[in-house]
T-cell receptor, first 114, second 112 residues
Framework: NAGVTQTPKFQVLKTGQSMTLQCAQD?????MSWYRQDPGMGLRLIHY???????DQGEVPNGYNVSRSTTEDFPLRLLSAAPSQTSVYFC?????????????FGEGSRLTVL | EDQVTQSPEALRLQEGESSSLNCSYT??????LFWYRQDPGKGPEFLFT???AGEEKEKERLKATLTKKESFLHITAPKPEDSATYLC?????????????FGDGTTLTVKP
């Protein structure tokens, strides 16, 4: 079982460039989410999805876009990268609904914006 | 607004020196409180879920407890391999089960 797979693991962008962070899960989980983690800080929720075709904003959504066309995939798009988006990004999934809510995380994507 | 505060930010222990990590929370109806372990350069790994005050869960040298306002992660006779950042999170009843608010974490270092 692969669990949650994120690509790429590392990326360097120039200010203004766009890119997509990929996330796929093979556990048939309803719920998927993106968090960012900055040094010395906890995880902050960017966007989440409770099922295919349904997405919503988290705590820090500005500058990011998401879509969920399948249960398995939940890509995160940076439309015009800014240095403030330098961070480590984690994708996570959960059974969702009224279940217990424990999250399963990917290994992270480390993004540097110059 | 849901809030999670963890203390201390960092904890250094000698091997075998037991201690506790604290997680204080405010949430409008608790679905579950979660503890995760995060190793450097890795994603968080789920440890425990606690649902109601008075509940306890154990795994090897770790024991998690829950009251109505805080949770403790007790580490008994720690070993160097217990060194990691420990994250606490809460999920409220009012949202989808997967939506969690995280604390900033406690970084534990265990010296041999």
């Amino acid at each position: 079982n692969a669990g949650v797979t994120q690509t790429p693991k590392f990326q360097v962008l120039k200010t203004g460039q766009s890119m997509t962070l990929q996330c796929a899960q093979d556990m048939n989980h309803e719920y998927m989410s993106w968090y960012r983690q900055d040094p010395g800080m906890g995880l902050r929720l960017i966007h989440y999805s409770v099922g295919a075709g349904i997405t919503d904003q988290g705590e820090v959504p500005n500058g990011y876009n998401v879509s969920r066309s399948t249960t398995e995939d939940f890509p995160l798009r940076l439309l015009s990268a800014a240095p403030s988006q330098t961070s480590v990004y984690f994708c996570a999934s959960s059974q969702g609904g009224t279940n217990t809510g424990e999250l399963f995380f990917g290994e992270g994507s480390r993004l540097t914006v110059l | 607004e849901d809030q999670v505060t963890q203390s201390p930010e960092a904890l250094r222990l000698q091997e075998g020196e037991s201690s506790s990590l604290n997680c204080s929370y405010t949430v409008s109806g608790l679905r579950g409180l979660f503890w995760y372990r995060q190793d450097p350069g890795k994603g968080p790994e789920f440890l425990f879920t606690l649902y109601s005050a008075g509940e306890e869960k154990e795994k090897e040298r770790l024991k998690a407890t829950l009251t109505k306002k805080e949770s403790f992660l007790h580490i008994t006779a720690p070993k160097p391999e217990d060194s990691a950042t420990y994250l606490c999170a809460v999920s409220p009843l009012s949202t989808n089960a997967g939506k969690s608010t995280f604390g900033d974490g406690t970084t534990l270092t265990v010296k041999p």
